[in-house]
Nanobody, 126 residues
Framework: QVQLVESGGGLVQAGGSLSLSCVAS????????MAWFRQAPGKEREFVAA????????YYTDSVKGRFTISRDNAKNTVYLQMNSLKPEDTAVYYC???????????????????WGQGTQVTVSS
């Protein structure tokens, strides 16, 4: 079991940057795949980015490729999401999530992640 706490959200103008952090507690972080999801008001939770525990390999949803970067520091039990060139449509609550098992794009579904943080609000003004 992994407990997750996100931080780093806030209000930023379009074109700006934010860096999110997710600190994990629990012994299985270093062997857990980590992901960021987001949920805007009235919309379903959607996948943003993920990083495997091993290589590490990464996946990104198309709308953030080239703008967002996911990384992890196993020594600090932390996963990061660097967000650049932010757009108003990036506004959402961002959640950190963890799972083990296979790491494929097909498994980047919220219902396959069993561990979640409380979320951090990101608001991008136009």
């Amino acid at each position: 079991q992994v407990q997750l706490v996100e931080s780093g959200g806030g209000l930023v103008q379009a074109g700006g940057s934010l860096s999110l952090s997710c600190v994990a507690s629990g012994r299985t972080f270093s062997t857990s795949h980590m992901a960021w999801f987001r949920q805007a008001p009235g919309k379903e939770r959607e996948f943003v980015a993920a990083i495997s525990w091993a290589d590490p390999s990464t996946y990104y949803t198309d709308s953030v490729k080239g703008r967002f970067t996911i990384s992890r520091d196993n020594a600090k039990n932390t996963v990061y999401l660097q967000m650049n060139s932010l757009k108003p449509e990036d506004t959402a609550v961002y959640y950190c999530a963890a799972r083990r098992g296979t790491f494929t794009i097909e498994t980047m579904r919220s219902n396959l992640f069993g561990n979640w943080g409380q979320g951090t609000q990101v608001t991008v003004s136009s």
